[in-house]
């Protein structure tokens, strides 16, 4: 499938590097949730002679020479995006989507401005305002969270909080939340309240383009996203506007010019956060939104969303406790408070087991971020592999026989041969010679 005859030869350090991730990926089962396995094609489009190219500013206006076909891939990467998600503009250039959300704070906050996002214990995100990110450290965040008897987001709190403090800029948006965000009543109160309203769909955004739960871009003035979680592209950023913030948010510039929403949100990409875009991600970006316009593509997001509740009821019957009862999405948290573990020691356990999660805060977690009470858990990437309910159920119990003896060398030995065996049935990549 991988043809690296020249590198090989070239750099065998990095050669042999990539080999064993290709045979980490293939021989273990990859349960972050926001993880996934790219198609050749878009691994293809990835390594291209498009990184050569300068290309700052926008289709048939750059400040470079050259750029005729690179604009063919940014424009159908944009169009592509715009067509997936239902959306009037799309900026196809976020690096990241730690970018993406960087770009729209400059976009719409001066230093100092109060906005309001997840607490990150709550499933929230570095970039929703951390005191260690910019988010926090230039910006005033006042964060929301989740209620301590449902685990749902509490959107009494969201709107008193936003009455009381009056933020500039609310943030729906999450990283380690299974339930389905109501973005009509984010946008809700942010118009009471005077406020703009950000959503962040990195997580859910292939469930979003596929129409299994709810999108953002009729409600909030601008969405932002990564392109490799759920929507199983290329590792890169993107913003999304829809006719919501076309239509009531131009802004007038200090000469009296009205300048589109859309253009605002540009301009902070390039050249406010960033210079020269990845032309050959944009490319692979492209390949990627064009699988997901596929019919088979809301087939795999059904049984994304179908395998996650699997794994987390299974785990449940088990005794294990998931935050908010359950997922409506990609991903759900396991408390293991109970179990009289640490989140870290979990991790540890199981990926020597060949099952890769990742630690994370529970919401009113005691514990640091660097151990944490539970474990978050997705199946996007193994769902890609072809692995159904069946295997769910499966990988409940491998996880269950690791967590519930810890210490013993025998287990996870066994269970990570009955890993390797599994991962055998659904084969993923070929391994280069
Ligand atoms: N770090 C990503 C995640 O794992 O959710 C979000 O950016």
């Not at 960087?102 to 951390?130: E, I, Q, R, V």
């Not at 910006?139 to 989740?146: A, D, E």
């Amino acid at each position: 499938m991988f043809d690296y005859q020249f590198l090989k030869s070239a750099d065998p350090e990095i050669y042999e590097s990539i080999v064993g991730e290709i045979q980490r990926e293939n021989n273990t089962l990859e349960l972050i949730a926001s993880e996934n396995f790219v198609s050749p094609a878009v691994t293809q489009a990835l390594g291209n002679v498009m990184t050569n190219k300068y290309a700052e500013g926008l289709p048939n206006k750059r400040y470079y020479g050259g750029c005729k076909f690179v604009d063919i891939a940014e424009e159908l990467a944009r169009e592509r995006a715009c067509r997936l998600f239902d959306a009037d503009h799309a900026n196809v250039q976020p690096h990241s989507g730690a970018q993406a959300n960087t770009a729209a704070f400059l976009a719409l906050l001066k230093p100092g401005d109060k906005f309001m996002g997840m607490n990150l214990a709550h499933g929230g995100h570095l970039t929703h305002g951390s005191p260690v990110n910019i988010s926090g450290i230039y910006f005033h965040v006042i964060p929301y969270g989740v209620r301590k008897d449902t685990g749902y987001i509490d959107l009494d709190e969201v709107e008193d909080i936003a009455r009381r403090e009056k933020p500039k800029l609310i943030l729906a948006g999450a990283s380690a939340y299974g339930r389905e965000i109501d973005y009509a009543a984010f946008r809700q109160i942010a118009d009471e309240t005077g406020a703009k309203l950000m959503a962040d769909i990195a997580h859910p955004a292939g469930l979003i383009a596929s129409g299994l739960i709810k999108s953002s871009i009729p409600h909030a003035h601008i969405t932002t996203t990564t392109t490799h979680k759920t929507l199983r592209g290329p590792r890169g950023g993107m913003i999304l506007v829809g006719s919501n913030g076309e239509n009531d948010m131009g802004i007038t510039t200090p000469k009296g010019k009205v300048k589109k929403w859309s253009e605002v949100f540009d301009s902070a990409v390039f050249p406010g956060a960033q210079g020269g875009p990845l032309m050959h991600v944009i490319a692979a970006k492209a390949v990627a939104f064009k699988e997901a316009l596929e019919p088979s593509f809301k087939e795999y997001s059904k049984q994304i969303i179908s395998n996650a509740k699997t794994l987390a009821q299974a785990l449940s019957d088990k005794g294990y406790h998931i935050v908010s009862g359950g997922t409506d999405t990609h991903v759900f948290l396991v408390d293991l408070s109970n179990r009289g573990m640490t989140g870290r020691a979990a991790e540890r356990a199981l990926e020597n087991a060949g099952i890769t999660v990742n630690k994370n805060m529970v919401p009113f977690d005691t514990q640091s971020p660097f151990v944490t009470s539970g474990i978050r858990l997705g199946p996007p990437a193994m769902t890609t592999r072809g692995m159904k309910e069946e295997q769910m159920r499966i990988i409940a119990s491998l996880i269950d026989r690791v967590l519930s003896d810890l210490e013993n060398e025998d287990v996870i030995r066994t269970v990570s041969k009955e890993v390797t065996e599994l991962c055998r049935q659904f084969p993923l990549y070929d391994v280069p010679d």
